[in-house]
């Protein structure tokens, strides 16, 4: 577990995840599912333990998205996890679109309760309806584009881009309700508002970069040492201290500045960024154990 004394309290609630809130509970009635985006590397995490309360009895299924960003071993363990608690899972990479086919027959299936009783009492058989819903930056934009095949939402990588609600209808008999990413006011857990950071879920701008990049660079060289050493060609072993590591990485990539110094902001949105991209190897932060 990362030494959380290192930084600052994570917190972050904008104004308008409150408004996205009211607007989950306002249409719920219009659906007949949700589908509960999850980022994959940190399938734990990504919930919104709000949406429990919000969703009360209303079918739920749990879309692992950036399956691809994530430990495949890792990935089919947590649908193992979920599936045993009862909960319809899927793994889905919007890129390549592996998991979106039998993404859209399970959501057909949980809809089948409600869409049959239409056409039991005479109504005009109808399309299955899904709200879906995710934190900030999980992916949920991505994996609607590729359930539509065209880009009906805007993609920007950007925490709480989305604001309004969209209707997006899916040719496969699966019309979307897009909701915004939404957040919840407290993070009681602050290893998981950690992740959060480092998944960019929380916003780069309301907390300092470095240390909080140090604890990853000590997490990764943990969980995933070979992406580390692979990607930024250092030599084992690998220093157990984030900010050691910070610098080898750093002046191995040629941040520096005038006198020799090392350009710390260069060096933090660097890593920053080919984590989140991918480039350090496939990795799952959350553990099933």
């Given at each position: 577990m990362p030494d959380l004394s290192k930084i600052q309290t994570l917190q972050w609630f904008p104004g308008h995840m409150k408004k996205a809130e009211r607007l989950i509970q306002e249409n719920l009635k219009l659906v007949d599912l949700v589908i509960e985006v999850l980022d994959a590397r940190i399938p734990l995490s990504s919930q919104n333990p709000m949406l429990k309360n919000l969703l009360g009895d209303k079918p739920r299924l749990s879309a692992l998205a950036k399956s691809d960003l994530a430990c495949a071993a890792e990935t089919k363990a947590w649908l193992e996890k979920f599936r045993a608690e009862g909960i319809t899972a899927v793994a889905v990479d919007a890129v390549k679109g592996a998991g979106i086919k039998n993404l859209i027959a399970e959501a057909k299936t949980l809809a089948e309760e409600k869409t049959h009783k239409f056409v039991?009492?005479?109504?005009?058989?109808?399309?299955?309806?899904?709200?879906?819903?995710?934190?900030?930056?999980?992916?949920?934009?991505?994996?609607?584009?590729?359930?539509?095949?065209?880009?009906?939402?805007?993609?920007?990588?950007?925490?709480?881009?989305?604001?309004?609600?969209?209707?997006?209808?899916?040719?496969?008999?699966?019309?979307?309700?897009?909701?915004?990413?939404?957040?919840?006011?407290?993070?009681?857990?602050?290893?998981?508002?950690?992740?959060?950071?480092?998944?960019?879920?929380?916003?780069?701008?309301?907390?300092?970069?470095?240390?909080?990049?140090?604890?990853?660079?000590?997490?990764?060289?943990?969980?995933?040492?070979?992406?580390?050493?692979?990607?930024?060609?250092?030599?084992?072993?690998?220093?157990?201290?984030?900010?050691?590591?910070?610098?080898?990485?750093?002046?191995?990539?040629?941040?520096?500045?005038?006198?020799?110094?090392?350009?710390?902001?260069?060096?933090?949105?660097?890593?920053?960024?080919?984590?989140?991209?991918?480039?350090?190897?496939?990795?799952?932060?959350?553990?099933?154990?």
């Open positions: 039991k009492h005479g109504a005009k058989p109808r399309s299955a309806r899904a709200m879906i819903v995710g934190i900030p930056n999980v992916g949920k934009s991505s994996l609607i584009n590729k359930l539509a095949g065209a880009n009906h939402t805007k993609i920007e990588n950007r925490p709480g881009v989305t604001r309004a609600k969209q209707w997006i209808k899916i040719d496969a008999g699966l019309d979307l309700l897009d909701t915004p990413g939404i957040l919840y006011p407290k993070f009681e857990d602050q290893e998981v508002a950690l992740k959060l950071a480092w998944t960019f879920a929380i916003s780069d701008e309301i907390y300092d970069l470095e240390p909080v990049v140090c604890l990853l660079l000590e997490t990764l060289a943990e969980k995933n040492p070979a992406g580390l050493i692979e990607r930024y060609k250092i030599s084992e072993p690998l220093a157990e201290n984030g900010h050691e590591l910070f610098e080898q990485i750093g002046f191995k990539r040629g941040c520096i500045r005038r006198g020799g110094l090392l350009d710390v902001e260069k060096t933090t949105r660097m890593i920053l960024s080919e984590f989140r991209a991918g480039k350090l190897g496939r990795v799952t932060l959350d553990s099933v154990s």
